[in-house]
């Protein structure tokens, strides 16, 4: 079935450093891909997404790259800061019908 | 927007004991999630509606499940009876109904069964 595999489950840096977390999928219909944050004890929140017209998109230190034919998608944390410390999911569109898939989570842990 | 409401925060109850999760979507929504996560599981889809209609229940772990939307604005998921297994947070999430299909998490129910 389908599936969105992520990588890697847990990532330190150094602040300043980047990070980047890569997810990978295995059905071609998806057309929508994003990114959730969740701090400890907190809700999943949105931070970016992408959708398949595009292969790149940015938002501060933020930035998410698609390719679809090689059926992977990242995310880029640039000049990390000890908050950007949460667990990230990347999620992509179930065929079209509206709901999302999950990867299983990426721990990203910022030391200052 | 007060955005997605939850209720309630956290709920102890014991084993065998029936619980009502509740969940208020944000006005104009179409498209209402049930999530359970565990650290073992991660984040796991349980049921979706889109205008009230239930569309997908497979990840529905058993019968002592039932999800119902009666309206556009309220939501409940049961377990009866509860099991110690069922401990997680359970989360409520909203969309559009129509694309893109940005979701929007509540603050989520913790449940532990005991």
């Known amino acids: 079935g389908e599936n969105v595999e992520q990588h890697p489950s847990t990532l330190s840096v150094q602040e300043g450093d980047s990070a980047v977390i890569k997810c990978t999928y295995s059905?071609?219909?998806?057309?929508?891909f994003p990114w959730y944050k969740q701090e400890l004890g907190k809700r999943p929140q949105l931070i970016i997404d992408?959708?398949?017209?595009?292969g790149e998109k940015k938002d501060q230190r933020i930035a998410v790259t698609l390719n679809k034919t090689a059926k992977h998608f990242s995310l880029h944390i640039t000049e990390t800061q000890p908050e950007d410390s949460a667990v990230y999911f990347c999620?992509?569109?179930?065929?079209?019908?509206?709901?999302?898939?999950f990867g299983k989570g990426t721990k990203l842990s910022v030391k200052p | 927007d007060a955005g997605v409401i939850q209720s309630p925060r956290h709920e102890v109850t014991e084993m065998g004991q029936e619980v009502t999760l509740r969940c208020k979507p944000i006005?104009?929504?179409?498209?209402l999630f049930w999530y359970r996560q565990t650290m073992m599981r991660g984040l796991e889809l349980l049921i979706y509606?889109?205008?009230?209609?239930?569309?997908?229940d497979s990840g529905m772990p058993e019968d002592r499940f039932s999800a119902k939307m009666p309206n556009a604005s309220f939501s409940t998921l049961k377990i009866q009876p509860s099991e110690p297994r069922d401990s997680a947070v359970y989360f409520c999430?909203?969309?559009?109904?129509?694309?893109?299909?940005?979701?929007?998490f509540g603050p989520g129910t913790r449940l532990t069964v005991t």
């Open positions: 509606f889109n205008n009230n209609v239930p569309i997908d």
């Open positions: 992408i959708r398949s017209n595009v």
């Open positions: 999620a992509k569109e179930r065929g079209s019908q509206g709901n999302l898939i």
């Open positions: 999430a909203s969309s559009p109904l129509r694309g893109p299909y940005e979701q929007y």
């Open positions: 006005s104009g929504h179409n498209s």
């Open positions: 059905d071609s219909a998806s057309n929508y």
